[in-house]
Nanobody
């Protein structure tokens, strides 16, 4: 069983920064990729950024140049550094982990609110 614990969300002013973290726990599995998705009210969940075990990254066009995803494989933790935050970044952010030869898992979600 894989468990994910997210942290780091909150309220920030436009132009500010936040760093999200997601730690995976459990045993008997290897992680293929870790990523972040987000869902704003009335909208579908969308990919924000993803990073594979080999270090390949993928970003949504809307966050390129502002967000940076990274991972600490030893700690099974993925980070999302969010800079130059905009109102439209307001959403619930979900951590996603894809397990090799198995299924994906989701975190419980963490609120990010950009407001003045």
């Amino acid at each position: 069983q894989v468990q994910l614990v997210e942290s780091g969300g909150g309220l920030v002013q436009p132009g500010g920064s936040l760093r999200l973290s997601c730690a995976a726990s459990g045993s008997g599995f290897s992680i293929y990729s870790m990523g972040w998705y987000r869902q704003a009210p009335g909208k579908e969940r969308e990919l924000v950024a993803d990073i594979t075990s080999g270090g390949t990254t993928l970003y949504a066009d809307s966050v390129k140049g502002r967000f940076t995803i990274s991972r600490d494989s030893a700690k099974r933790t993925v980070y999302l550094q969010m800079n130059s935050l905009k109102y439209e970044d307001t959403a619930v952010y979900y951590c996603n982990v894809e397990i090799m030869y198995s299924r994906g898992y989701w975190g419980q979600g963490i609120q990010v609110t950009v407001s003045s």
